[in-house]
């Protein structure tokens, strides 16, 4: 992996984190076009999915700061209601990641890089329907419950597959099922941290027990994806919460339609 490469999947997956895309599916697409493959494209996927986890503690630094206060009360309070919501939605994420896990990086680490582009392209379809469906529904106004924060949590689950957007899932769903736009914005966000977090954990003890990982990759393209990453999702986390009060998911459905469209087509001439 070159430094242009790395610099401009760094790009990729810092946009396409936050904007209802898809960044697993954009990260793979990407490599696909660069010929990234192999146990450096792994090792940098963990980098930018790490960079990106970090933008987020940064943009929403505030709420993060006051939750923590308040589970150090030890009492209930706002901060211990938004916690345990959060850990609700946690449980589909986590049941999933056990079961399937190896099933879904399998997708996009494989040799095959046509049924990649097939299940990315699905998917970026499936998203584009979700997206299209929630601009359709009128505005909610209702705060994150219990029954929120678990079909949201649902939808995260299913986001991992590649080319399902994770914030396009969720936030979507969050409308659908009733939360304002801010609310259903931010408990995205933040919601997905602890997730991220753990995945992230797990992935690179994976790394650091193949010891051909490590040696086969080049540091300083990791380091340029890493700021890369950092400072576009930095960016696209702020747009994104702009963009969804606004309510212009529409225009991403399209997109996600176009180019899940040219990734089937990609897989007919592979």
């Known amino acids: 992996m070159t430094v242009l490469d790395a610099l401009i999947l760094g790009l990729i997956q810092g946009l396409t984190e936050f904007l209802p895309v898809s960044s697993s ?16 494209g792994f090792l940098f996927t963990i980098v930018v999915h790490f960079a990106t986890a970090l933008s987020t503690i940064v943009v929403f630094r505030k709420d993060i700061t006051k939750i923590l206060v308040d589970l150090l009360k030890f009492k209930l309070n706002s901060g211990t209601r938004f916690s345990f919501l959060v850990l609700i ?56 419950g219990v029954k929120h924060a678990f079909v949201v949590g649902v939808a995260q689950a299913i986001a991992t597959l590649p080319g399902i957007s994770r914030s396009g899932a969720t936030i979507a769903t969050g409308l659908i099922t009733g939360l304002s736009r801010e609310n259903a914005a931010r408990f995205s966000f933040l919601m997905v941290i602890p997730v991220i977090f753990g995945v992230m954990a ?17 540091f300083l393209p990791l380091i340029v994806g890493f700021f890369a990453a950092f400072l576009s999702g930095w960016l696209a986390c702020r747009w994104m919460i702009s963009i969804v009060k606004k309510a212009k998911l529409s225009y991403f459905a399209i997109y996600c339609l176009v180019v899940g469209l040219i990734s089937l087509g990609a897989a007919v001439v592979a």
């Open 25 to 40: 599916g954009h990260l793979f697409l990407g490599q696909v076009l660069l010929g990234v493959k192999g146990n450096e």
């Open 202 to 218: 797990k992935k690179t003890l994976d790394v650091l027990q193949g010891d051909e990982v490590v040696g086969d990759a080049s």
């Open 89 to 144: 939605s946690m449980i589909p994420a986590v049941i999933v990641g056990l079961k399937l896990e190896d099933a879904i990086d399998g997708i996009t680490s494989g040799d095959n890089q046509q049924t990649g582009l097939i299940v990315v392209g699905l998917c970026l379809l499936v998203t584009a329907g979700l997206l299209y469906f929630s601009h359709k529904r009128s505005q909610g106004k209702s705060e994150v």
